[in-house]
């Protein structure tokens, strides 16, 4: 036997059928919520991985911060060799994107 209803829409009204599916009433699903960034935080990126650190960090310290030691890494800056020299003057900015790469020794 065929239920009628399917082919005419007879007695299908959107509560109905919101009952019939478990659809969720429109009070009840929750709405999104944009979420900007934390404005006390800076954004970059480190090894191609998301990390963030305080406004005005410099290199230094954030090697530090992630448990790097200084002495042993080269880091590239935003696609360009970083010399050392310029380590203790360059503060961290958003949207950075640091390679670090650890100096290993050997023969």
Not at 24 to 35: G, I, R
Not at 37 to 53: F, I, K, M, S
Request: net charge negative; glycine share 6%; with cysteine.
């Amino acid at each position: 036997m065929v239920d009628d209803r399917q082919h005419h829409g007879d007695n299908l009204s959107p509560t109905s059928i919101e009952a019939e599916f478990s659809i969720p009433s429109p009070q009840l699903v929750p709405s999104v919520v944009e979420v900007s960034p934390r404005p006390d935080r800076v954004e970059l990126q480190v090894n191609g991985e998301a990390h963030t650190c305080l406004p005005q960090t410099t290199l230094p310290q954030l090697l530090v911060q992630m448990g790097l030691n200084p002495r042993l890494l080269a880091v590239e800056y935003n696609g360009e060799i970083l010399h050392r020299q310029f380590w203790d003057e360059t503060e961290i900015k958003p949207h950075d994107r640091l390679e670090i790469v650890t100096i290993v020794g050997g023969g």
